[in-house]
């Protein structure tokens, strides 16, 4: 009896371990908090400097959370953001059905205006499915959408805005792929 409660005492502390040092593990697609998905250490290493502000809070349109985390460089303020919603507050705000949904939704509008739709890449192995809009990147994983943009300073003479505009969406775009890789790790 004393060899038994010691193996499952150990197997206690065993599983309790392993659930506290893995990464979310998530079930019915509920709310998760973005700054957990996306941490100060993870933005900070993304951009390669220390975080002056950081601003988190409740959003909606979809429902969700979103986090985001400020740097001051050469005269300008850039930015690691994330917006994550659930299907179960996306269901519950009433707007749209699940996270899908409003991932469809939105790849279809954009691709229906001619404009944004040159703008559309779809992004392979990231998530379920994901696009860049030319602005930000989206990615489906489970039951769960995340809105993800990181901007640096870009460094570098352009011939013309055009092509500024051009690098500074290429630039965003690794970034903004580099920190969902990030993130997407900690989902299971």
């Known amino acids: 009896m004393k060899k038994f409660v010691v193996v499952l005492g150990m197997a206690l502390v065993v599983t309790v371990f392993v659930i506290a040092s893995g990464p979310l593990r998530v079930g019915a697609a509920g709310p998760l908090d973005a700054c957990s998905l996306l941490t100060k250490a993870d933005a900070e290493a993304l951009l390669n400097q220390a975080s002056s502000s950081q601003k988190a809070g409740k959003v909606s349109a979809p429902a969700g959370s979103q986090c985001a985390y400020f740097?001051?460089?050469?005269?300008?303020?850039?930015?690691?953001?994330?917006?994550?919603?659930?299907?179960?507050?996306?269901?519950?705000?009433?707007?749209?059905?699940?996270?899908r949904d409003v991932f469809d939704r939105q790849k279809k509008a954009r691709m229906a205006n001619a404009a944004t739709a040159q703008k559309m890449r779809s992004v392979g192995g990231l998530?379920?499915?994901?696009?860049?809009?030319?602005?930000?990147?989206?990615?489906?994983?489970?039951?769960?959408?995340?809105?993800i943009l990181a901007q640096d300073h870009l460094a570098g003479s352009f011939k013309n805005t055009e092509a500024m505009d051009k690098a500074r969406a290429e630039q965003d775009f690794n970034l903004s792929q580099r920190a969902a890789s990030v993130i997407l790790l900690k989902i299971k």
């Open 127 to 147: 998530g379920d499915e994901a696009f860049w809009n030319g602005y930000d990147l989206w990615v489906l994983k489970g039951g769960y959408l995340l809105t």
């Open 71 to 99: 740097f001051k460089k050469k005269g300008g303020t850039y930015s690691a953001k994330l917006k994550v919603s659930s299907s179960e507050e996306i269901k519950s705000e009433g707007i749209f059905k699940s996270a």
